[in-house]
């Protein structure tokens, strides 16, 4: 058994020592929060200052609350040209009574060197110091020294130095809980620099399944909120993913960096008033996100701007006031030259006709008065809603949607077969509010609101919020008109987009970034980052992949895997399909009971999924739901189209080949399958296997500890 490191024990009271100012931190906040709740009376000003107060207190709270994790993760020691200084480095900023620092927060300047450093560039550091702990306890400590006192052998992969080996390792077998772990701790140097990266413009990150681009890109955000509280505080962080399995997911990882205030949303949560469940098969999809919707939704506004059909004529006292056919082309005409958003031209509409009325009154009449008399006359409601309706991005749409006439009339060009894909009967009531929407038809709505406007006396309801930064998840599966609409909510243009071309597999799936690229802000050049080791799978689960991953996108490489040693991946047939399901079931139960903690995954065809649930529980084993669910269970079922950015111990993937066959993009699909699992993976099938599951593949690369090569580590990660 090694000795324990000589300095643990002096580690350990300073750790005890933060804590114990955390505590007491912790403690004044309260007493301050339990101050300002002192009497609810007195002026505007006085309860909105202590609403203020309040606020700021509460927020305090949240960072100073970081639960059972590790408060302290390292130490960096300088060298006398760079300071001497000695810091430790953490999840909260914490300071002794005398305002000296115990902790440095991980995001504050001096401690970038604890992430960036390396032997070639030791950044001023002497030596770096990685804790391994639980809770409050410190179970060991492990040193790299820099300079003179650096030892010849270091991790290498890809040319990059591997720092904090055993923190990381530690940190990667652990078991899965079901949510997102931050790794702030355990940050490597290709990791920061995305993280740290300038906060201006578009930053487009490639990412292999397991190099961590979902939990960097959320410490990322964490990073620009620490590093930018003003302005981005006030204009707002939106991460923006692909499911609400997802957001379940990861909502722990920005609370537990002391970042509550960023807004998790999926796209349909960004429209108001909808109600969304689902997605359209892939035609409708494929269609609904072409830009070729954006004149389509243009016209169908056009084509509810009417003049009249014939004169409107309605009495007024002793006459009748006349509203001519061809002046009220007029004023359609004025309103369209006018007015961008539709809903705001309403009231020149509404003025501009009763002021017509009234001139034709033979002896002039006064415009306000005909209007306070005609005001709810039917006729002249008719009259203005047939010019001029006020609509509601559901309305519209329920609207054109079910009209053929009005598809043919905004979708000259659109073929008859993207019309027909299109139509859907009106609801019975014929009202939008109660029409259940598709996540397809998410981005329409929004297209439609932009050109609508608010309506009137909603305006507040109807506004389209704005954000200083926005971090997309998974975007190498979103559409041209998606893209869109998350461009829309971009006050200047500074975003994050993250995802892997080889994970492409919806109804947009995109072949390069370029193609995503076309579509988002482009007022400074966009960035490029890739993610190049792997650090989750290992490394026999990723030979596996790389067999997958050459049919599913031969362009691109797989990641280099930390992780060299592992099970080796479990290929199995049966018989039949009954017999797939049984072995399914005992499959599940005996990887569980060699998991002992942690969690597991069955993922299926889409088509699959109920039937699988429900063989599980007639076999009376207790079973999450994915979508209903989320992966809190020990077991779950998952379909593959939502298995995409989580992780799992232990993976079960049934039947590859209907997984390849069914899926819009099968092959990718099953890459996604096949890169869930930190520790064994089996697939089990009762039909043959995809040829490229059967053929031997050379293995991609693995760390292994190296020398530093004479020559700098190659450049151009991020550009």
């Known amino acids: 058994m090694a000795e324990p490191h000589p300095e643990l024990e002096q580690e350990q009271r300073h750790l005890d020592r933060a804590f114990s100012r955390l505590e007491a931190a912790r403690d004044e906040a309260v007493r301050l929060q339990s101050m300002v709740e002192v009497g609810q009376g007195g002026t505007n000003q006085a309860r ?41 480095i953490g999840r909260v900023a914490v300071a002794d009574t005398d305002r000296e620092p115990l902790i440095v927060d991980w995001r504050a300047p001096v401690a970038e060197a604890f992430f960036r450093a390396t032997g070639r560039d030791p950044q001023g550091l002497v030596r770096r110091r990685h804790f391994i702990s639980r809770g409050r306890e410190l179970l060991g400590l492990e040193d790299e020294f820099f300079g003179d006192a650096a030892g010849s052998q270091r991790v290498m992969v890809n040319g990059r130095e591997l720092r904090g080996e055993g923190a990381l390792v530690a940190a990667l077998e652990t078991n899965r809980t079901g949510r997102l772990s931050d790794i702030v701790g355990t940050i490597q140097a290709e990791q920061d620099e995305i993280i740290r990266a300038p906060l201006p413009g578009v930053l487009v990150v490639q990412g292999g399944p397991g190099t961590g681009k979902t939990v960097v890109a959320l410490h990322r955000a964490a990073y620009l909120l620490y590093t930018h509280r003003f302005p981005l505080e006030g204009q707002g962080v939106l991460v923006v993913g692909p499911n609400r399995l997802f957001l379940g997911y990861i909502e722990q990882v920005l609370p537990s960096l002391g970042e509550a205030g960023v807004e998790l949303s999926v796209l349909p949560d960004l429209v108001p008033g909808v109600r969304v469940q689902g997605r359209d098969t892939a035609g409708p999809a494929r269609i609904k996100g072409d830009l070729k919707m954006v004149n389509v939704v243009r016209r169908a506004v056009a084509d509810r701007q009417r003049p009249l059909k014939k004169d409107l004529v309605v009495g007024f006292g002793a006459r009748y006031l006349r509203l001519r056919a061809e002046e009220s082309e007029r004023i359609i005409k004025d309103a369209r030259r006018r007015y961008r958003g539709h809903n705001a031209a309403r009231k020149y509409v509404t003025t501009e006709v009763f002021h017509a009325l009234a001139n034709s009154h033979p002896e002039g009449a006064d415009p306000a008065a005909v209007r306070d008399d005609l005001r709810d006359h ?16 559901a309305m519209l749409i329920h609207d054109l949607y079910g009209s053929r006439a009005l598809l043919a009339s905004a979708g000259p060009s659109l073929t008859d077969d ?48 704005t954000y200083g930064h926005i971090v997309v998840d998974e975007a190498q599966d979103l559409s041209p008109m998606q893209l869109r609409m998350l461009t829309r909510r971009s006050l200047n243009g500074s975003m994050t987009v993250v995802g892997d071309i080889a994970q492409s597999t919806g109804a947009w799936a995109h072949n390069s970034w370029d193609e995503v690229l076309d579509h988002l802000p482009d007022r400074k050049p966009a960035r490029r980052a890739q993610l190049t080791v792997g650090y989750r799978i290992p490394g026999p689960t990723m030979e596996l992949a790389a067999r997958v991953l050459r049919v599913a996108a031969p362009d691109l490489d797989p990641p280099s895997a930390v992780r060299g040693d592992g099970d080796e991946p479990e290929i199995i047939a049966v018989a039949s399909r009954e017999a797939l399901l049984a072995g399914t079931i005992d499959r599940a139960r005996s990887e569980l009971e060699d998991l002992g903690a942690g969690n597991l995954a069955v993922v299926c065809a889409t088509s699959e999924y109920d039937a699988v649930v429900e063989a599980f529980e007639a076999a009376g084993v207790a079973v999450g739901r994915a979508r209903r669910d989320g992966f809190h269970a020990a077991i779950t079922v998952v379909p593959v189209s939502l298995v995409k950015g989580l992780e799992v111990d232990t993976t079960i993937v049934m039947e590859p080949g209907q997984i390849v066959r069914e899926e819009p993009q099968g092959a990718r699909s099953l890459y996604v399958a096949v890169t869930r699992s930190t520790k064994r993976l089996s697939l089990l099938h009762a039909e043959p296997l995809p040829d490229f599951l059967e053929a031997p593949v050379m293995a991609p690369p693995t760390a292994a500890p190296t020398a530093p090569e004479p020559h700098d580590p190659p450049e151009g990660r991020l550009f």
């Open 418 to 465: 993207e019309r027909a894909a299109l139509f859907r009967p009106w609801h019975e009531d014929h009202e939008a509010s109660k029409v259940l929407w598709t996540v397809d038809d998410v981005p329409v709505l929004d297209e439609a609101f932009e050109r609508l406007g608010p309506r009137p006396r909603r305006k507040e309801l109807d506004e389209v919020r």
């Open 48 to 88: 909105w200052e202590r609403e203020v107060i309040n606020e700021q207190i509460a927020g305090r709270l949240g960072d100073l609350d970081i639960g059972d994790r590790s408060l302290c993760f390292g130490r960096i020691d300088q060298t006398e040209e760079a300071g001497a200084g000695s810091y430790h």
């Open 378 to 393: 039917s006729e002249i409601r008719e009259a203005l809603n047939w010019m001029w309706p006020v609509l509601s991005p």
